[in-house]
Antibody, heavy 121, light 108 residues
């Protein structure tokens, strides 16, 4: 079964960048692909972006266009999400989650444990 | 963008009672809808996919129904571990993928 382990908590200043990693085990990044979901403390789930499992193209939510880059390293089975020009409103838990590749987009199963990113001056 | 509206925002019930949660879509999503459970301090967990299919390891007391724009998650008899927040999500049209705002099932 797929297991996801994310990198540890980060504290960043406004204007900085953060890069969160998500290590896949049990499967490879040729068999699954990664999406990222954000959750502001006490609030709901917000999809940030991810890869089309049929063609590998990355898609981003409009709210993050121009500030986010998602990549997958198939040699290490690690996915990355980089968010730039951080502001205080980006303080949130960032989750990775996987979908199967080679088929139309499925639902997220499983999820990583989450990475807390705090943006504070 | 497809908007998912969940109701009620909070459901106060006792263990053993039946829980009925609603998710309404701004346009038809066929049966391309999932339900997730999130407990405090934990990541979401997939419960139901494609409207009515239980994910691996999910107890039979959880069931999903609906199609088009109206969906329901039913928990037949609430166990103590079922008190959590539940989210619906559509994959019919993306980007973006969208989630509902969540329903909190709390102990009465």
């Amino acid at each position: 079964q797929v297991q996801l382990v994310q990198s540890g908590a980060e504290v960043k200043k406004p204007g900085a960048s953060v890069k969160v990693s998500c290590k896949v085990s049990g499967y490879t990044l040729t068999e699954v692909s990664i999406h990222w979901v954000r959750q502001v403390p006490g609030k709901g789930l917000e999809w940030m972006g991810g890869f089309d499992p049929e063609n590998g193209k990355a898609f981003y939510a409009q709210n993050f266009q121009g500030r986010v880059t998602m990549t997958e390293d198939t040699s290490t089975d690690i996915g990355y999400m980089e968010l730039r020009n951080l502001r205080s409103e980006d303080t949130a838990l960032y989750y990775c989650a996987t979908v199967s590749t080679g088929v139309p987009l499925s639902f997220f199963d499983p999820w990583g444990q989450g990475t807390l990113v705090t943006v504070s001056s | 963008e497809i908007v998912l509206t969940q109701s009620p925002a909070t459901l106060s019930l006792s263990p053993g009672e039946r829980a009925t949660l609603s998710c309404r879509s701004s346009q038809s999503v066929g049966t391309y809808l999932a339900w997730y459970q999130q407990k405090p301090g934990q990541a979401p967990r997939l419960l139901i996919f494609d409207a009515s299919n239980r994910a691996t390891g999910i107890p039979a007391r959880f069931s999903g129904s609906g199609s088009g724009t109206d969906f329901t998650l039913t928990i037949s008899r609430l166990e103590p571990e079922d008190f959590a927040v539940y989210y619906c999500q559509q994959r019919f049209s993306w980007p973006p993928l969208t989630f509902g705002g969540g329903t909190k099932v709390e102990i009465k």
